[in-house]
């Protein structure tokens, strides 16, 4: 039933032309109300919040401009109507396009179609009946500001997640990937969104919706934000989803860094979090050709360490980056003594060195080696030094 505060002008419209058998235009009229009562309703729910939750800035006149087909995908992402309710107001929008007054009609309706269109628009969007099924934005959002998920409020959260529609766990990864990577939220936000992640995307997988959110950061020049998503998909093991181009810039980037402070002071000390960066990063992704070398060169002259040692509480990382070379990684690995770099010298010069490289070259998978290497290979496992 149509509440009395939605009994408007139009309504009187609608009821005028059924009774003179104008049914095109009646259509017309209620397919007018049900458009303006979903705007209201997303009014209602908060354009702020919608905005945060889309990464996109709405406000009433683009919320009017919207069409109709966005629209209701965006009711039904926000969980005011309802799975049924979409597919039934979908159909009356197609109804109304071909059917009414408002353009060219490709035929006619009698007053039974008529009946039920209205009866559709009336039930599933200009009723004041609430949905019950999905999350609820408003009380997800202030929960991942509010602090740290304690193990309920994860729970409870996590099978909100995996109990609502699919269109709507589309809205959650891409909104939690949004406010992931908003530097006004405090890490505690960063941590929820983190928890919840995994939840929203392991039925239906990671929307095409993310990915466009990366490259919208990256195209504005937003580096921040870039920075912090790059890390959510390091986090999350999606990087082989970015191009090359990024993917060789960020393990570009952590290669440095570690090479940094492999030559700093202290670096005994302050290897390991660099090393263990790099190898998620890689663990995540494929590498592309264009870095392959500078990683390569990066892992082994930190696994040799220097005339003074090795930074003992990194080398579990290193030595699991080796155990997983490639081929092409072995090549340039059993290569790198002839090249003029920072590990070769140091293999040349410094015996300490020269033997573990021996033995990190005893590390790899010799099913694997290349044929046109296997000389070099066997060389260096004669070489390994004895075992205490």
């Keep these: 039933m149509i509440p009395p505060e939605m009994r408007d002008e139009r309504m009187i419209r609608l009821c005028v032309a059924v009774s003179a058998g104008l049914f095109d235009s009646a259509i017309n009229y209620a397919w007018n109300s049900t458009i303006v009562e979903l705007r209201q309703k997303v009014i209602r729910f908060g354009l702020p919040i919608v905005a945060q939750l889309t990464s996109k800035s709405l406000d009433e006149k683009r919320l009017s401009e919207m069409m109709d087909g966005e629209l209701l995908k965006l009711c039904l992402e ?6 049924d309710g979409f597919f039934k107001l979908d159909q009356c929008r197609d109804i109304r396009n071909n059917f009414s007054a408002a353009h060219p009609a490709v035929g006619v309706l009698d007053e039974d179609e008529v009946i039920n269109f209205i009866s559709r628009c009336a039930r599933e969007a200009l009723s004041t009946i609430n949905v019950p099924a999905g999350v609820n934005f408003k009380e997800l959002v202030n929960a991942i500001r509010g602090g740290d998920f304690n193990p309920d409020q994860s729970t409870h959260w996590s099978e909100a997640i995996r109990r609502t529609h699919a269109a709507q766990r589309e809205l959650i990864s891409t909104s939690l990937h949004g406010m992931y990577c908003d530097d006004t939220l ?11 992640f995994p939840v929203s995307i ?26 912090a998503s790059r890390e959510f ?29 492999h030559q700093g002071i202290n670096n005994f000390y302050n290897e390991p979090p660099f090393a263990e960066r790099l190898r998620e990063i890689v663990a ?20 040799i360490g220097n005339p003074y040692g090795i930074s003992w509480a990194a080398v579990q990382h290193y030595e ?30 410094y015996p300490s060195c020269r033997g573990r490289f021996a033995s990190l070259v005893g590390l790899l998978n010799v099913a694997a080696v290349p044929t046109k290497i296997k000389t070099i290979y066997d060389g260096w496992i004669a070489a390994m030094p004895a075992q205490p």
């Design 78 to 83: 926000l969980n005011l109507i309802t799975e």
């Design 186 to 196: 405090g890490q505690s936000a960063r941590n929820n969104c983190a928890a919840l």
């Design 202 to 227: 392991e039925i239906d997988g990671v929307p095409a919706k993310v990915l466009d959110q990366h490259q919208e950061y990256v195209g504005k020049g937003e580096a921040a934000k870039a920075a």
């Design 233 to 261: 998909f390091t986090r999350f093991g999606l990087l082989d989803l970015l191009s090359e181009v990024e993917r060789h810039a960020i393990i570009s980037t952590a290669c440095d860094r570690l090479m940094s402070v």
């Design 284 to 303: 995540a992704s494929s590498i592309p050709d264009s870095v392959r070398t500078k990683f390569v060169h990066a892992v082994v002259a930190c696994a």
């Design 320 to 349: 699991a980056m080796i155990r997983d070379f490639t081929p092409k990684n072995m090549e340039l690995m059993l290569e790198l003594p002839k090249t003029q770099t920072i590990a070769a010298q140091r293999i040349a010069h």
